[in-house]
């Protein structure tokens, strides 16, 4: 059972990027938004946060080698459309998690958000409603205090304030969703 796992998720990190691939597999691709999701709250509650690609293509993946199209085209991705800290995915990629509905979480595509601004779909690691899956309360507080202390820095560069600003409004629209006791939204300002 090791071997089928490792045979059909992989994961290689060089300079500031990590690359996670699946098998096209419904338990692959849970497993890949899982660790997408794990990855993610955890980098927050660091005050650390995850911006990336999810594409669907062919990629060779083995322990010490990593190219193809798809790497490509996640790389492009990232780079031109998420702007913000936040991880997207191409279409394909969406149409693949949302099929997948796994017994003990639901649906997949009940963690990912489509943005109302530019229409991307992202990973919704916030979400609070996807039940077995949601951060906890504590860790979501420590994630609004670094959000805080980023969004009250008053010498960060413009581009880099508007990324804070839009994760702030993004924590404030899931606890609207769904509020937690004994968190506030941020003051995201403009």
């Not at 497993?31 to 990855?39: K, P, Q």
């Not at 994630?143 to 560069?157: A, F, M, P, T």
């Amino acid at each position: 059972m090791v071997n089928e796992y490792a045979a059909a998720e992989r994961g290689s990190s060089f300079s500031d990027c990590l690359v996670l691939s699946a098998a096209l597999n419904d338990r692959a691709i849970t497993g890949l938004v899982t660790s997408l999701l794990f990855l993610s709250g955890n980098l927050a509650e660091l005050g650390v946060y995850a911006r990336g690609g999810v594409y669907l293509g062919q990629l060779c993946h083995e322990q010490d080698l990593c190219f193809g199209p798809a790497l490509i085209e996640a790389y492009n991705l990232e780079k031109k459309f998420a702007k913000h800290p936040r991880i997207i995915f191409s279409t394909e990629a969406y149409g693949e998690v949302a099929q997948v509905n796994m017994t003990s979480l639901g649906p997949l595509a009940s963690y990912l958000r489509e943005d109302v601004v530019d229409g991307w779909r992202f990973l919704d690691f916030l979400n609070q409603t996807a039940p077995h899956l949601a951060l906890p309360t504590d860790q979501m507080r420590v994630i609004r205090r670094e959000l805080n202390r980023h969004l009250s820095c008053s010498n960060l560069k413009p581009q880099v304030r508007e990324k804070h600003v839009w994760l702030g409004r993004y924590f404030n629209l899931v606890l609207e969703e769904g509020s937690i006791v004994g968190i506030d939204p941020l003051s995201v300002g403009a």
